[in-house]
């Protein structure tokens, strides 16, 4: 979510960029609307952490918890089950559990639906058939509920996916890397924003720790460490030093 507003705010202070450059206002500090950029961020970060501790506060006491029929009785399911029963705060609450997928089940749930008010319905073991997997779906739909399911061991290890069409059928893309698109924008404009800030703010600690480095032994305070980079290129990274001129590495 505090990615989701930096990505936000980082294209709404390039459109104002945009504009201001493109109508040629001038201000007496360039420096304010970087800094209504930063406000922005933090601002509403923290208003999204003041809206999560309220809505936490109602999940504690009951209020919008959204009440779930899980479906399964293997291991995954009762870790499922157990998440939700010791973290309150995720919002949702077991009203009923379906170890297995039979019609008797699936009747047994409809008569109890007046009582059970679900929300929706969970299927939580990996080990259900497709065809009870399209029963529960039809059931969900039939009765207007949203319908989750576990992902498989494959589907968990290929998170990080993309879907597109041919024709009209679902492709599922594998990614190796999320930095591709704007995951690759916002991670550059991250290094160099936050990286930045980061160095100007921990200044005075390096000044100390190069004037501790020179007092402790003879040599040089910063050396040069050769690492591989994107494609086998290779790059020099610079460290302070905190071993003996002779046992580092690199020139």
């Known amino acids: 979510e505090i990615k989701k507003i ?12 945009v504009v ?24 509403v970060t923290m208003a999204r ?7 936490f506060r109602f999940y504690r ?5 959204r009440r779930v029929i899980l479906i399964g009785q293997d291991k995954t399911t009762r870790a499922v089950s157990s998440f939700i029963k010791n973290v309150p705060n995720y919002g949702l609450r077991v009203v009923e559990s379906i170890p297995l997928v039979t019609p008797e089940a699936l009747a047994a749930v409809r008569a109890a639906l007046p009582t059970l008010q679900p929300d929706l319905i969970l299927q939580g073991s990996v080990l259900v058939t497709r065809k009870e997997s399209e029963a529960l779906l039809d059931f969900a ?8 399911y576990a992902a498989d061991l494959f589907e968990a290890k290929a998170a990080n996916t ?12 594998i990614k190796q890397t999320s930095l591709e698109g704007w995951g690759r924008i916002y991670k550059r404009t991250f290094d160099i924003i936050v990286g930045g800030i980061a160095c100007l703010l ?22 040069k460490n050769q690492r591989v980079g994107k494609g086998g290129s290779f790059f020099f990274v610079y460290k302070f030093r905190r071993m003996k001129q002779e046992f580092c590495t690199g020139p």
């Open 6 to 17: 930096f990505v936000a705010s980082s294209l709404g202070f390039a459109a104002i960029t």
């Open 20 to 43: 201001i450059f493109l109508r040629g206002e001038l201000f007496n500090s360039r420096f304010i609307v970087l800094a209504a950029f930063i406000l922005a961020v933090v601002f």
């Open 49 to 55: 952490l003041i809206v999560r501790f309220v809505k």
């Open 61 to 65: 006491r009951g209020v919008g918890v």
């Open 141 to 148: 739909r039939e009765h207007h509920l949203e319908f989750h």
């Open 162 to 173: 993309d879907i597109s069409t041919i024709g009209d059928i679902p492709i599922v893309e």
């Open 202 to 223: 921990a200044l005075p600690l390096m000044a100390l720790i190069a004037v501790a480095i020179k007092l402790d032994s003879r040599g040089p305070i910063v050396y």
